[in-house]
């Protein structure tokens, strides 16, 4: 009489182990693989959000009136409340002589080319709320640039 070649217990149980490591392995990558979807969903907002905090304070820069001196900081919230740009001007270009660099005081630097008059060093950092629902990881984005108002 020979033998019956069919599966043992012991076997069945190493493939259904083998089969649960595969399940538990794919599982993880499909939940780091959203959580970085996610992410740089919440990254990319931010960054569209830096842009238009930059056009606003280019707007408050261009409507300040700087007989009190010029504007240092702006501070601007996103309507949904899940993110928060500080813009620091930390420089504004203005020609030798000029009365607006008298008024700006330690802010001003003298140039001597027409073209750059007006022009403003920025740093803007937009970082998200951490009290938010919506954020899961926090998102900080920071931009230095030059513009002119």
């Known amino acids: 009489m020979g033998g019956r070649r069919a599966f043992g217990l012991w076997q069945a149980i190493v493939i259904i ?39 606003i304070a280019m707007l408050q820069i261009g409507t300040h009136d700087r007989s009190g001196g010029c504007l240092g900081a702006v501070r601007v919230l996103s309507r949904d409340g899940r993110f928060i740009a500080d813009i620091n001007i930390t420089r504004y270009y203005l020609l030798k002589g000029s009365a607006d660099l008298a008024l700006c005081g330690p802010l001003g630097y003298p140039i001597e080319t027409e073209e750059s008059h007006g022009m ?30």
């Open 120 to 149: 403003v060093m920025m740093e803007a950092v937009v970082r998200s709320d951490p009290s938010n629902p919506k954020i899961v990881h926090p998102v900080r984005v920071l931009r230095r640039s030059i513009q002119r108002p």
């Open 17 to 55: 182990l083998i089969l649960g490591g595969i399940m538990v392995v794919t599982m993880r990558f499909a939940r780091i693989g959203a959580h970085h979807t996610a992410d740089s969903y919440t990254r990319e907002q931010a960054e569209l959000f830096l842009r238009s905090a930059l056009e």
